[in-house]
């Protein structure tokens, strides 16, 4: 079971909702289109020191896929396999991809479950998600009933990607995903985009990464995450999820 909000939220202090979104507006759009941009979600300073945070954080692990099978692996593991070692597993992951399902990013797990997160802003960050306001926002906007929120921070590095899927996992209980931004000057050239794909296997609009502000799109919805080219300067910073109902509450 979900650790519920409590009512007074510590996280508060750090994070707050931004007073003049227009959530009539954005629960219109949503309802029209399925996935909606929330531009500057949080008051001033709450997601600059999160990034900050985060680029600050050296227990980064990467994840990968082969089948259904995920291979993880802590990130400075990567710098010590040699040349021909990453060019074979490069090589692997790229060929998988052109067939199915892949991916490669880098990531840092919350837990689920509020009394067993530690007092990290990142585990700050999550607790906010899960407050009554957030909680509240996103009901509104999203018309779910939805009762938490999970997170992940994700970062995308030059040569990392996402190929399509659309999130629905039986008994996940999820309703929407989201995409929390943190990557300011981002050029659209350098790949990461979170694209939406139609029915006739064409590009259904999609989202370059922007800074503060917060994506969601229903699920099930079919997406990717393409591939970052060489030409990034910083990796793709960002806090990932889904808005969910505990099990049997659906």
Same mark, same amino acid.
């Given at each position: 079971?979900?650790?519920?909000?409590?009512?007074?939220?510590?996280?508060?202090?750090?994070?707050?909702?931004?007073?003049?979104?227009?959530?009539p507006a954005?629960?219109?759009?949503y309802a029209?289109?399925?996935?909606?941009?929330?531009?500057?979600?949080?008051?001033?300073?709450?997601?600059?020191?999160?990034?900050?945070?985060?680029?600050?954080?050296?227990?980064?692990?990467?994840?990968?896929?082969?089948?259904?099978?995920?291979?993880?692996?802590?990130?400075?593991?990567?710098?010590?396999?040699?040349?021909?070692?990453?060019? %074979?597993?490069? *090589?692997?992951?790229?060929?998988? @991809?052109? &067939?199915?399902? !892949?991916?490669? #990013?880098? =990531?840092?797990?919350? $837990?689920?479950?509020?009394?067993?997160?530690?007092?990290?802003?990142?585990?700050?960050?999550?607790?906010?998600?899960?407050?009554?306001?957030?909680?509240?926002?996103?009901?509104?906007?999203?018309? %779910?009933?939805? *009762?938490?929120?999970?997170?992940? @921070?994700? &970062?995308?590095? !030059?040569?990392? #990607?996402? =190929?399509?899927?659309? $999130?629905?996992?039986?008994?996940?209980?999820?309703?929407?995903?989201?995409?929390?931004?943190?990557?300011p000057d981002?050029?659209?050239?350098?790949?990461?985009?979170?694209?939406?794909?139609?029915?006739?296997?064409?590009?259904?609009?999609?989202?370059?990464?922007?800074?503060?502000?917060?994506?969601? #799109?229903?699920?099930?919805?079919?997406?990717?995450?393409?591939?970052?080219?060489?030409?990034?300067?910083?990796?793709?910073?960002?806090?990932?999820?889904?808005?969910?109902?505990?099990?049997?509450?659906?």
């Amino acid at each position: 079971m979900i650790a519920s909000p409590v009512a007074h939220d510590p996280a508060s202090e750090i994070f707050s909702l931004n007073p003049d979104l227009d959530v009539p507006a954005l629960a219109k759009a949503y309802a029209r289109d399925g996935r909606i941009e929330i531009r500057d979600l949080l008051s001033a300073g709450g997601a600059d020191r999160l990034r900050s945070h985060l680029l600050d954080r050296r227990d980064w692990t990467i994840v990968m896929n082969a089948g259904d099978r995920v291979w993880e692996m802590a990130e400075p593991a990567l710098a010590e396999l040699t040349g021909d070692q990453r060019r %074979t597993l490069d *090589d692997k992951l790229y060929r998988s @991809a052109g &067939r199915g399902f !892949q991916y490669r #990013f880098r =990531t840092i797990r919350i $837990d689920d479950d509020r009394a067993r997160r530690g007092g990290s802003l990142l585990d700050r960050f999550a607790d906010f998600m899960n407050g009554a306001a957030m909680l509240d926002l996103l009901n509104r906007v999203t018309d %779910t009933d939805i *009762d938490f929120v999970d997170a992940q @921070a994700t &970062r995308y590095e !030059q040569g990392d #990607f996402l =190929t399509a899927h659309d $999130d629905a996992v039986e008994g996940k209980h999820r309703h929407a995903a989201y995409v929390f931004g943190l990557s300011p000057d981002w050029r659209p050239e350098a790949g990461g985009l979170l694209l939406f794909h139609g029915d006739d296997g064409q590009i259904d609009g999609g989202f370059t990464p922007a800074f503060g502000a917060l994506r969601l #799109f229903r699920v099930p919805t079919l997406h990717s995450v393409s591939f970052v080219s060489p030409i990034a300067s910083s990796g793709r910073l960002s806090i990932t999820g889904w808005l969910r109902r505990t099990a049997g509450q659906d």
